[in-house]
Structures are given as C-alpha cells and as structure tokens.
C-alpha cells in the first residue's frame, strides 16, 4: 500500500509541478524565428573582439526559459546562416571535415525547420549538401527543384524537403519553406548546378492543396524572402520579396516568417474581415526574433505575435560553455598575420573621389586576371576604417564582406560607359548648381549600420584602368566621358575590352548590366571569359602577403564635375551621409 501511495503522489507532483506537464493536449504554443543570422554563433564579435549584440548565444537563453516552464516551442531559422561572421567562413572552407559549428548549435538548440537562404547556396554544394546531412532537422525550399539539365523543366522533385508537418503534443502545425529565385542572378552556376528555382507564389499555390488533406492546426511559411511592398497584389513572375503578396495569393496561411531583407517588421493581412495572416521579420545577425503565442484554448486559435529585441538578453552560459573550444579555433585563425599598413584605409570617401580602400579590390582583381584591362567593383564596406599596422585575418572581412568569386567578362566600351551611368545615377542628383543637393538621400533608411543612400551602396560601381569624368550638371545617361585607358591608349565606344569584376555583378546583380549595359539578362552568361576558382577574400590574403608591407595607393582616375560645385558639395553631403556616425 505504502508504495502505492508514493507512486500517486509522485504522479501528483508531476502533474502539479510547474514545467512538468503529462497532458499531451497543447492549448498554447510558443513560436520563435530567427534569420539572416550571417555566422553570428558565439557571444563574441570576432570581426571586433567585442562582446556580440546578438546571434545564438543570446536566442538559446530566450528559448531555454520558455522550455523550462514547460512550453510547446517550435524554433525556426529562416536562413542566410552561412556568411557574414567568420566562424561561419572557418567552417565552410577552412575546417571543412569536421562538423560544421552551425549544425552543431542548431542541433544543440532543437530548431525544428530551416529555410535555405542564398548566402546559404552561396557556400556551394560541398557545404549545404554537407550539412543538411548533419542536421537533425529538415531544411526547407519548396521552390528549389532537382534538375539534371538546364532544359529540364519538368521534374518537380524538391532538392530540399518542400515542407514538415511538426507535432507539438496534439497539434500538427504545417510549415512550408520558400526561397529567393533571383539568386541565380547573383551566383555563378556552379554554386547551384542542378537547382531549377520556381516562383515562391506559384509553388505554395501548387502545395496548399495536399498540406491541407493533412488537416493541420497551423499552417506556416517560412521563407526567405522580404515582404516587399505592402500595395503590391501581384508582383512580377519570380519576385524576390513577396510576403505581402504571398498572404493575399495564400489566405490558408497563418504566419509568413520573412527574411533576407533584413529588415524588422510585424505586420499582417486579413481576409474578408474573418482570417488574418501575420506577416513577421525580426531583422538581421541575431540582434531581435520573432515571437508568437499561439493559444488553441476552446477550439479557438489566437495569435499574439511580437518582435522581441535581444539586447538585454544575456547569452547562455551553458552554450556558451559548450562552444567556447569552436570560438577559439576560430580566434586562433582570424588573428594570423596577413600583412601590414603603411597607411590607414578609409572607405568613407568612396562615394565622393578615387580611394585606396576601393583601389586595393581593384588591384587584387586585376592581379587575379592579369589580361583585363578594365576593373570595376563597389565598395562593399560603406562606414570602415582599418588603422595603419597589422593586418589580421579578420580585418579581410572589413575590407571585402562577401564570398563573391571573380570573372573576367568581355564588354563593349558602349556597355561600360552604360553601366557606369546607371551605377552614378542611382546614388547622385543631376544638380543645378553648387547648393543643390548633390547624393540621393532617403532619411527613412537613416537606422543602425545603413547609410541613408536611396540606393544601396554595394551597387555603386567605380572602374579603375580608364579615365573618365561625372558631370553632376547633365541628365541621366549623359553623364560618364570615358577620355582613355590608363595606360594611354585610346577608348572606344565600339571597341570590346576586357573586364574584371565580382562574381555578384557578373551574374546581373544590381542591375547594372541588364539596366545600365543593356545586356539581355539571358545574354550575360555568353560574355563570361573566365572564372576564378576561389573567391576574393582569398586573393585578397594572397595579395597582401605577396606585397607585405603595403602602401595603400589611388589607381582608379575618375572626377566629378564641375569642379567648382563640388568644392562646395562633396564637404556638405559628406557630413549629410555620416551625420549619424560621427
């Protein structure tokens, strides 16, 4: 009898005691998102050496406390994990046999789903396929098609799982991942060989119909993608952001959990007064997630979403215990020596003049394909300083942010200058004089690390080995006069030339090609000349070792005019730009 009366109050205890629950039946459940969280694992920046503003070590200790009171947590990651911080570099290419960190913090949090980001693809086959082996969850994409030619538009199976049905006590909740298909615009082909990608849109419409024959409670897409704009009801086919459109296309779907745009929004769109969709994004590197409580109480489904920044949130001590070995290899590696300054750079002049800090990616792509005679690339960095001294590993990381490969492209002197007036167009007025504003603003855009360019920065190209002035004071496409090459030969509009630029361009990224070159975006891949078999970040090591010490120098020749205007307009809309970070 004794031990009768032990084993009924231990099960009274179980059933009483808070976190500790023997009923299957989930009245609330508890989803939290993270994305584009760019390899910011550890509780340290090892780009600065500072304590981190956000990442993993600081979700785990939201996440914990949720499941210590006994919570339904359904965990998601909406992608682009990949790139970004250097312990996600380590992995992807220098450690490449053992198992990669990321897998191993996702795994050791319990994520439930995944969605592929393109910074994702960007790593190439060797790394996601690697660790979608590793995972002890599914990574999701619809929309990413197995495909054995490139003519091959009829297989519809999925390269990743399209969807996972999860169950949280006796609740099944339907999440279906979509990707972005505008990355085969941005990344050569051998990063996504064999991946056809179909329009987000179209691929869910074509989904909903068997994830509803599985009648689930809940009903998720977790895609990485923006939300786009809120008054656009049918965006063009193979949109790049299309949250809002989706929600109006997918009135089945509960939550859209967004990414890739970076941007941290709550929003929602609802359905004849009756059914609402809730459109979340908690932004970028780990700094904020997305929560939502989900409560079924009474057969009903309420949802009460929420961004929730994490700057009081202290990374767990227990992850950070557990990784603390993983950050030191990586430590060890971002500080070996690569080389040494003779001098600062700088790239807050980019926007107004020829600097050192664009002019070294310029001499480094030139170095990696010694026949071009034309560079052009953009600065990546927008508000960086590197001090004169040593130049550590990490410090490549400030100088030239992304995996992006290098090719040699051949260009007509027509398609040059075109491109070029399209890449000053997007950031500079045609002014009417001295006092009229000079960059094109947008004040809205004035938060955190972002300058408040109207466009983005890393589509401003410049070009080294020709001299060519930018005069402010004439209409778009007749600003660019290209007088020469550098070297003193002579430059024509109806003359080929060959051209070095990053991977990103060279695929149509930005733009810049199709709309300022006037290259059919299916007639790019044919200028192709050469390909880099490593990305520049690793030329850029080679480059400053081979020319230790460096002297950081002006190649590029290229001038705003009137002169006189800019004496006046450059100082002005330089302290305009940086207001914010002095």
Known sequence: MKRVVTATVLLLLLVLLPGCKSDPTTNVLEIIQTTDVHGNFFSQDLLTGSPSIGGYSRVQTYVAGHRRRGDQVLLLDAGDLLQGQPGAYFYNYVDTTAPHVAMQILNYMQYDALTVGNHDFETGHSVYDRIVREADFPFLAANAIRVKSDEDTVSMEPYFQPYTMVEKGDKRIAILGLTMPTLVHQLPKVLWNGIRFDDQIETAKRYMPEILDAHPDLIIALIHSGAGRKEETSPRPYAENVGYALARAVPELDLIFCGHDHRSYLDSIVHDGSHTTYILNPGANGTSLAHVTVDFTAGAKALRPEIVPLDTVQPQPLFVQNFTPHLNRVRDYVEQHVGTLTAPLDSRSAFFRPTPFVDLIHEVQMEVFPDAQISITAPLAENTRIPAGELLVRDLFHLYKYENRVYLMRLSGEEIRGHLEESYDRIY????GPD???????????????????????????????????DLSKPRGKRVKITALSDGAPFSESENYL????????????????????????????????????????????FLLKNDPYTPRTISRWTFVPAKWMEVAIPRDSVLLYQDFQ
């Not at 855009?445 to 408040?452: H, T």
């Open 499 to 542: 051209v070095v630029l990053n991977s990103y361009r060279g695929n149509g990224g930005g733009g810049l090609l199709t709309e300022g070159a006037g290259i059919p975006a299916d007639s790019i891949a044919s200028r192709r000349v050469e390909v880099s078999e490593q990305d520049l970040r690793y030329y850029l090591r080679r």
């Open 436 to 470: 009229a504003p000079m960059l094109r603003l947008d004040d809205e855009k004035r938060r955190g690390i972002y300058l408040p360019l109207a466009a983005p920065g890393f589509n401003f190209d410049t070009a080294a080995g020709i001299d060519y002035t930018v």
């Open 429 to 432: 007025h045609t002014m009417s």
